[in-house]
């Protein structure tokens, strides 16, 4: 039982992970805001992740020009 229940709590954990690995929106190194769907999301690589645009224009971001 205690097995059932150790893997249960790994698995919602790493599912967890997952989705902390794909934020809403991106703010990269130079403050530009950048939402999933546009052009440069992927990209990038180095940001702070928000879970909406306006959190990241409040944190100091700018949407992208």
Same mark, same amino acid.
Request: a positive charge; glycine letters at 4%.
């Given at each position: 039982?205690?097995? %059932?229940?150790?893997?249960?709590?790994?698995?919602? %954990?790493?599912?967890?992970?997952?989705?902390?690995?794909?934020?809403?929106?991106?703010?990269?190194?130079?403050?530009?805001?950048?939402?999933?769907?546009?052009?440069?999301?992927?990209?990038?690589?180095?940001?702070?992740?928000?879970?909406?645009?306006?959190?990241?224009?409040?944190?100091?971001?700018?949407?992208?020009?």
């Amino acid at each position: 039982m205690k097995k %059932v229940i150790l893997l249960l709590f790994l698995l919602i %954990v790493g599912c967890d992970n997952i989705q902390n690995n794909s934020p809403n929106v991106k703010k990269s190194i130079s403050n530009i805001c950048h939402e999933k769907e546009s052009q440069y999301y992927i990209q990038t690589k180095k940001y702070d992740s928000f879970s909406s645009i306006e959190d990241c224009l409040n944190s100091g971001g700018r949407l992208p020009k």
